[in-house]
């Protein structure tokens, strides 16, 4: 049995990108943020999306119009899509904006049903569409305002990150993870997520379980990595050409989004000294904002919990789902 820690030989080599950079002092910072709308009706496991100036919201336990779009004011517009087995329906949906006009829908799990938002005389619907090459080694998507896919491959040992054109061809993969290889499990240990800002082209992975997380630049259908490093300590042994890791998700990068500037992401406040651990505690006030050298450079409180976050990436301003006391979306600017 092998044990690793963070400072393992090979990591730190293949990090050395990451690990150059001088400490900086993290800014706390006191926001007001803006309320949008406190008119959800929504249950706290749904996602959030900013795109065209809209508001998107799935939340998977409404069986019938289980998206729920807002104007950009906050008021409601309206709700579409199926949860079920049928032709058109999705059974564990997962949203991404499209190009600049709206979102891609598609089956995370199960049959690989995928659909784009359409404004039309009838209203906002969903029109079906083929992406053959979406199947279960994706672990997370996402498209530019061409209309290309951006794809995660956990299970590929190189070019983890794939560019594809609309039509299904392979234009530019990059990207290799700084761990052993030849696992059995590296499907369930290499999980993560991707968010492309196509106003600044960066990509960010950050994987789920290990706290690891990568900058690339995707332009003129070239894919480069700018850097990469763990924002935290990587704990984990290899028995049987299995990966164990003691505490999936510890120090790792969630709920993020991308601004201008900045990767805001989820972050308890390391400084709060109370006993609280509820959903409401002052602890899940905060945000970290980062900039894209991966550097913590503030925390900021929202002075109530935030349940997501989401940003339009054409400027430094960010959204959030809290509690105030109701479900609302407000909106915060770095």
């Known amino acids: 049995m092998k044990y690793y820690k963070q400072i393992h030989i090979a990591a730190f080599l293949f990090l050395l990108i990451g690990c150059n950079q001088h400490p900086q002092k993290v800014e706390r910072i006191n926001m007001i943020p803006k309320v949008i709308t406190n008119e959800l009706y929504i249950s706290k496991n749904c996602k959030l999306i900013k795109t065209n100036d809209f508001f998107y919201i799935s939340d998977i336990k409404e069986t019938d119009g289980f998206i729920k779009i807002y104007n950009p004011d906050g008021s409601f517009n309206t709700s579409i899509g199926k949860i079920g087995n049928g032709p058109e329906e999705f059974t564990t949906p997962y949203i991404t904006p499209y190009k600049d006009e709206g979102i891609l829908v598609w089956n995370q799990w199960g049959r690989y049903n995928s659909a784009i938002s359409q404004n039309t005389k009838e209203g906002m619907l969903l029109n079906p569409i083929t992406t053959c090459f979406i199947n279960d080694n994706v672990a997370s998507l996402q498209t530019d305002f061409e209309g290309n896919f951006i794809i995660y491959n956990p299970t590929k040992k190189e070019g983890i990150i794939t560019l594809y054109s609309k039509d299904g061809k392979e234009i530019a993969s990059a990207g290799k993870l700084p761990y052993p290889q030849d696992i059995s499990n590296r499907q369930e240990c290499f999980s993560g997520n991707i968010m492309y800002n196509p106003y600044n082209k960066k990509l960010v992975l950050a994987l789920n379980t290990l706290p690891y997380t990568a900058v690339y630049q995707i332009k003129d259908n070239n894919i480069t990595l700018l850097n990469e490093q763990e924002i935290g300590d990587a704990e984990y042994h290899i028995s049987d050409n299995n990966m164990n890791i003691p505490n999936p998700g510890k120090d790792c990068l969630v709920g993020f989004c991308l601004t201008k500037d900045y990767i805001v992401s989820i972050l308890n406040d390391p400084d709060y000294k109370g006993t609280d651990r509820s ?56």
């Open 279 to 334: 959903q409401t505690s002052p602890k899940r006030h905060t945000v970290g904002v980062y900039d894209y050298n991966l550097n913590l450079i503030k925390i900021a409180n929202l002075n109530m919990p935030r349940i997501n976050l989401a940003s339009q990436g054409n400027d430094n301003s960010f959204y959030s789902i809290v509690l105030n006391p109701e479900y609302s979306i407000v909106k915060a600017e770095l």
